[in-house]
């Protein structure tokens, strides 16, 4: 399979961003002998700063914008030290193309967080998930068109704990839409679409 650029170039930067966080994790392992994710702990909270990398063309191919930045929000409950499930939202800011026109993108899904190492530092997980997405087109301030598509996703991230229950995390997710259309003058580049986040949370 033949990874665009912009993907390659996001798993490079979230190689970069891990080995400060192995540091960190090395130096907290160094006098704790707990797990990244305690069998104790049932719930996860998380949110963070999520990079989106999709690009929008017009009917001739021109590209309008081509990423997004928002936050995202993360609910996740622990059926055993390595599985957890919940829901996630993906809220992007309102982008401006081609004078007034606006574009707004929301996500909205149920993930399962696959934890690789639970009993050591920095904690590797694997992501799946699917969902919808909510986009909104204004043209000129005028007229508003809506569109739905279904996703799923697959990612991959790293996470240490900074105290007790808290932790910090990098992770990339490759997202695959369902729908490319987002009305008659407008599309996706691509139906991937790559996400980078720099997220923290509380375990409980």
């Given at each position: ?64 914008f081509s990423n997004q ?136």
């Amino acid at each position: 399979m033949h990874f665009p650029v912009k993907i390659r170039k996001i798993s490079f930067m979230l190689v970069w961003m891990a080995l400060p966080l192995g540091v960190a994790g090395q130096i907290y392992q160094a006098g704790q002998s707990a797990s990244a994710a305690p069998s104790s702990a049932r719930w996860e909270i998380s949110a963070g700063w999520t990079r989106g990398y999709m690009g929008i063309t017009d009917h001739t191919a021109d590209t309008l914008f081509s990423n997004q930045t928002g936050l995202s929000a993360r609910g996740l409950y622990y059926f055993t030290p390595w599985l957890a499930v919940g829901p996630e939202g993906v809220w992007f800011e309102e982008e401006k193309f081609a004078a007034n026109n606006r574009f707004k993108n929301t996500r909205y899904g149920a993930v399962a967080k696959w934890t690789l190492t639970p009993d050591t530092l920095p904690a590797a997980y694997f992501l799946t998930g699917v969902g919808s997405s909510a986009r909104k087109l204004s043209y000129m301030g005028i007229q508003t068109r809506s569109s739905h598509s279904a996703y799923a996703l697959v990612g991959t991230g790293v996470e240490v704990p900074i105290s007790h229950g808290i932790f910090l995390a990098a992770e990339v997710q490759a997202i695959y839409h369902a729908k490319k259309e987002l009305d008659g003058l407008t599309l996706l580049k691509r139906r991937w679409e790559a996400d980078l986040s720099l997220r923290g949370g509380i375990r409980f």
